[in-house]
């Protein structure tokens, strides 16, 4: 199952190499998801039908240097002036992204990306069914954010806690 943003430059089909019936997918501005406690019913029905009737075996949230949803949030007021949806869909992740703020703006967004995508991971766990799927070693959960100006694709590596891309993975 994939989980990613509704941007068009980021195709998950294209991205993971798949051909129609092997990747459950669903994307939404800035591939949240949001906790079991305020759930969306819309990706809480993917995320059950995915791990409970589809048995999935990979749960990829998957984020994107240059996403127009994260850097809405890094100054939210100008932005989401007439998007009240696009404001309340985006909010919670408003404090992930102040959680990085950087000087350098550019720096701030590529740190706001994957830490928004950390978060996700977190929050894919306050699901029951995800969460009892990983203690049984059935499901693995990967982090990724993909360049679309280098088109590589970097993986979280949860021991280190960053992202690396395929070199750095190769070189370790
Ligand atoms: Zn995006």
Request: proline content about 5%; glycine content about 6%.
């Amino acid at each position: 199952m994939y989980i990613g943003c509704s941007d068009s430059r980021v195709v998950p089909e294209q991205l993971t190499s798949s051909t129609p019936g092997e990747i459950f997918v669903v994307r939404n501005v800035a591939n949240l998801v949001p906790p079991l406690e305020n759930a969306d019913a819309s990706v809480g029905a993917a995320l059950d039908y995915a791990v409970e009737h589809l048995k999935v075996q990979h749960l990829i949230v998957c984020g994107h240097y240059g996403c127009g949803g994260i850097k809405g949030l890094m100054d939210p007021h100008p932005h989401f002036v007439g998007m009240p949806s696009l404001a309340e869909w985006l909010a919670p992740a408003h404090r992930t992204v102040m959680s990085v703020e950087n000087g350098d703006s550019n720096l701030w967004w590529r740190q706001a990306v994957e830490r928004n995508v950390v978060q996700q991971l977190a929050n894919l766990m306050t699901f029951p069914q995800v969460a009892k799927a990983w203690e049984e070693d059935r499901l693995e959960i990967h982090g990724w954010v993909y360049d679309m100006y280098t088109f590589n694709l970097h993986v979280y590596d949860e021991s280190t806690g960053v992202f690396l891309s395929a070199d750095q993975l190769l070189e370790r």
